[in-house]
């Protein structure tokens, strides 16, 4: 289904994370469409249930309550909710990442959310049920004319504008043959727009590795991480590399389906399959 109405690619190059935003309101007419983008998310590639709501939120005397004084100034908040199960993370990141992208094509600002909020506090909120999970929120609105003082310490600490190089992301059968763009085919489009994706704290976990119809993701884990969350957050980052993978091929004119496989070939450290995408003539 298409949810914009204008390029994906151009959509994925022009968001970006804003942690500073004005006082003015999101536009009850903008907040319909997004919720229209919600009521349209078509499944997502594992099955796992989510449901996201807009919800408005208090400002507290140092930022949004809830935020630990990373949000300065948003009125209004995307929250999701899923099910606990395997590969509920990977399934919340490719939807959640739909609406951040449809939120940017309203022209609001947003900024993933995994780990600096309050879940306690926007779960009471969205209603959360028992045996569901809150993974992520974003504030949504119109970004400041300066961002704040810890706004830009955190990009500047996580290196926001930084995004590793091709042959450390993508790879050719196995992970031995690292690629570039001259070497990536008519895939180059789909592989830039994972390799520029947002990521927690800019880890860019996915590897990828591609074979003859076969493009393998793979999640390659940054050491230590698992201490910040009781959460796997990376697989959230994972999702958001097949939203874009899989939004940009469909752009470009391919098809192709998700599918498990059995991909026998050696990994490195720290680094497990998760899924591959089939490309189908």
């Known amino acids: 289904m298409k949810y914009f109405d204008e390029s994906v690619i151009a959509l994925i190059k022009r968001r970006c994370s804003w942690r500073s935003y004005s006082d003015r309101p999101v536009e009850e007419d903008k907040q319909a469409a997004l919720g229209t983008c919600i009521s349209r998310l078509e499944p997502p590639p594992f099955g796992s249930k989510a449901h996201f709501v807009i919800v408005d939120v208090p400002q507290g005397k140092g930022g949004v309550k809830g935020t630990y004084g990373v949000i300065r100034g948003a009125l209004t908040f ?20 739909q609406l951040i992208l449809c939120a940017t094509s309203m022209d609001l600002a947003t900024c993933w959310m995994g780990g600096t909020f309050s879940r306690s506090a926007f779960a009471q909120k969205i209603g959360l049920q028992p045996g569901e999970v809150l993974p992520a929120v974003s504030p949504l609105g119109y970004s400041a004319e300066r961002r704040t003082v810890v706004d830009s310490l955190i990009r500047l600490m996580a290196g926001s504008r930084n995004r590793k190089p091709w042959g450390e992301l993508f790879f050719r059968n196995n992970f031995s043959n690292p690629i570039n763009e001259l070497s990536a085919g008519d895939l180059v489009g789909p592989l830039e727009m994972v390799r520029i994706g947002p990521s927690a704290s800019n880890n860019q976990p996915w590897r990828l590795v591609l074979g003859s119809t076969t493009t393998n993701f793979f999640l390659q884990r940054t050491r230590g991480y698992d201490r910040f969350s009781s959460l796997d957050l990376q697989r959230l980052d994972m999702g958001i590399a ?22 026998p070939i050696p990994l490195p450290e720290r680094t497990e399959y998760c899924v591959s995408w089939i490309r189908e003539e």
């Open 78 to 97: 995307l929250v999701g909710a899923t099910m606990e199960n395997p590969k509920a993370m990977d399934d919340f990141g490719y939807l959640f990442e």
């Open 242 to 263: 097949m939203c874009h993978f899989e939004l940009t091929a469909k752009e470009l004119g391919m098809r192709g389906r998700w599918e498990v496989k059995n991909v």
